[in-house]
């Protein structure tokens, strides 16, 4: 696969350093993602890095059904971060059927991608 440029670099670049990290438009002060050029809030063009807290809720989740020798189930989720931010992700190390909406989690970059675990 090619490497993706600009800000999706950048961001992959960090999570391959076991950093997760989010853009933070200096004009207006509020956080973005998933990477972007442009502010998607006030349209500013200087969009700086900072360290996410990694603290986030569960606002949706869903089960994907696999066979076991598939790999099994698993959950998709978008959890809000405390920056107020949503990402798409998962939470690990709990059945899939026990993550519910509200619940707190904290992420952990893993091979490259950010996951949750229940805080």
Not at 9 to 36: M, N, T, W
Not at 72 to 93: F, I, K, Q, T, W
Not at 106 to 112: E, G, I, K, Q, S
């Amino acid at each position: 696969m090619a490497t993706p440029p600009g800000p999706e670099k950048r961001y992959l670049d960090a999570l391959a350093a076991g950093r997760f990290e989010i853009q933070k438009c200096s004009a207006c002060g509020k956080h973005v993602f998933y990477p972007r050029v442009l502010c998607p809030h006030c349209g500013a063009g200087d969009l700086g890095w900072v360290a996410a807290s990694g603290r986030g809720t569960v606002y949706s989740t869903t089960v994907v059904r696999r066979k076991p020798a598939d790999g099994g189930d698993y959950n998709v989720c978008l959890v809000d971060l405390a920056e107020g931010v949503r990402m798409m992700s998962r939470v690990v190390s709990v059945p899939p059927e026990s993550v519910k909406i509200g619940m707190r989690v904290t992420a952990r970059v893993a091979a490259d991608l950010v996951e949750f675990l229940p805080a």
